[in-house]
């Protein structure tokens, strides 16, 4: 009798999330059928399942889009944004959560701040300044300007981790004579590991999807990212939607792989992340 009430009261929340998991693999399921029908036959039948499927379309999407060079591209610049913004938000996050600085509230509302500026504001400017020091046309040029984008949004994120760590981890590391770079190292680090994989995520999937920079600071061909692959779809007057959906397809396969491989050990360090607390 307890087991049926419970049963029936759950039973809404499974539907409305079914919904929502039907809200949300819809455009997904839309694009994998699409990516193996004609452009005709997509404009006659969009919503229905391929009546002639023609595979053909990812060698040609992956041979006309260049994706053997703007996949590894795409995979150099999230790497080295990954890297380079956790380890600049991780010791900001660290200094404003637990070394007490003056004025720390106002830093961390700053960099709030940071993540609602909208970045095209600074784009031109910021252009005509990397092309007076050589880092137009340069990965790395590329990604200072990305780690400089999605740093506040991971200090702030990071920063909200450490700060509900438990103090007396620090304290009894203080009285031992550990350092702040011990602290950080040996004890914030190891606890706050699930937090700087959200980041890391959530980042490098920011860096992998980003359009505009890539398209200005990148304009050699050779050194595109994946995300300006579409263009290579585009004809005069009328654009292949065949080829366009087949080459989405091959962008985002990483990032799901990426996800589906990571989501399990993200959901394992939030619970000892928990239990260490």
């Known amino acids: 009798m307890i087991r049926s009430r419970r049963t029936a009261s759950t039973a809404p929340n499974y539907i409305i999330l079914s919904i929502f998991a039907i809200f949300a693999l819809m455009p997904i399921l839309m694009l994998f059928m699409n990516s193996i029908k004609t452009t005709s036959e997509i404009s006659q039948n969009p ?51 637990r070394l007490k600085l003056r004025g720390g509230d106002f830093i961390g509302f700053y960099f709030l701040i940071g993540t609602a500026v909208p970045p095209q504001l600074f784009m031109i400017p910021l252009f005509f300044m990397w092309r007076q020091v050589g880092l137009v046309n340069s990965h790395i040029g590329l990604i200072i300007i990305y780690c400089a984008l999605y740093s506040p949004f991971a200090t ?21 004579g550990a350092t702040n770079w011990q602290l950080y190292r040996h004890i914030i680090l190891p606890l706050s590991w699930p937090g700087f994989l959200t980041a890391g995520l959530v980042v490098g999937l920011q860096t992998w999807n980003e359009f505009l920079f890539g398209l200005t600071f990148l304009q050699r061909a050779e050194l595109k990212p994946v995300s300006t692959s579409l263009f290579a779809f585009q004809q005069q007057f009328a654009r292949d939607w065949g080829l366009t959906n087949a080459g989405s397809v091959i962008m985002i396969v990483p990032v799901i792989v990426l996800f589906l491989l990571l989501q399990r050990r993200f959901i394992e360090g939030l619970t000892q992340g928990g239990l260490k607390a």
Do not use: C, H, K
């Not at 590894?72 to 959560?97: D, P």
């Not at 103090?167 to 009894?172: G, S, V, Y």
């Open 156 to 176: 702030f994120l990071l920063r909200s981790y450490m700060v509900a760590l438990p103090e007396e981890f620090m304290e009894a590391a203080r009285i031992d």
């Open 47 to 97: 919503f229905g399942i391929p009546l002639n499927p023609r595979l053909q379309n990812f060698p040609d999407a992956w041979t006309q889009g260049n994706f053997a060079t703007t996949l590894g591209n795409s995979t150099i610049l999230t790497i080295g944004t990954i890297m380079g913004t956790l380890a600049l938000a991780g010791a900001a996050a660290y200094a404003l959560a």
